[in-house]
């Protein structure tokens, strides 16, 4: 099942959506389920009562005649994984980027965990601030990511996808000269708008984590190509971790670290400036493609 938020008409107030993306339609959660008014989050702390409800009714609305939004408004920060896939971890190690390993280590012992600011959020199709004064150095890093539904503390790994709800695109951009110069990454990795997500959200039913191949192309250039089989530490061992001492709740994202291929993997680096183009594509969920504004 694919469910999105959208905004259409006048006033552009967003809802949540039943989608059929091959068909290009989509039906308001509220015309399927009496009495529901609520966002994404609302949605997935209810699901278990109405899921049976959503079954598409009539023939719906056609998507071209709305506006995709970012799925989901998290209440906090979005959970991030850094160097989680060998290669990107080398590539990263080798880059002069890493601030933050110890002397002589590429893959980290234990998984290396950060936040986004939830206000990085933007839409598919949404322009990504270039800001120009502030990095000279942005880049893209194509990401699987999760979506928490029922939430819990000290979830084991056994149990780990009873709390997975479903999963989306991310795109971790990132200030590199700010990640590398604060040491910690928290300032370059949350600049206003640097976290497109979506298209829309995949529920979890519907694929196979760890079985989903992710690309990403610039400008048409395939640049990053992976599987989420090759991920070091696999998404029950990150809602293990995290779930340890800090209660995950419906609605929580995790982005699950990106595959080897970002700009700073190249020799000279490869950055963002304005008009490029980030096309991210997972098998079965859709496409986040983000140009980079002025
Ligand atoms: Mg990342």
Redesign the pocket.
Known sequence: MQIATLSSGQGQRSFVALLDSDRGRYWPITDLVDGFDGDMVELIRAWESLAPQLQPRGEGYPLTDARLEAPIHPHRNMF???KNYYEHATEFSNSGFDSSAQAGEVVPEHPIVFTKAYSTLIADGDEIPRHAGVTSQLDY?A?FAVIIGKGGRGIKKADAFQHVWGYTIAN?V?ARDLQKKHRQWHLG?SLDGLCPLGPWITTADAIDPGNATIRCWVNGELRQESNTGLLIFDIPTLIETLSAGIELKPGDVI?T??PVGVGIGFDPPRFLDTGDVVRIEVDGMGVLENAVGK
Request: with cysteine.
């Open positions: 991030c994984v850094g890093e990401e971790d990132t990795k982005l670290g990106t």
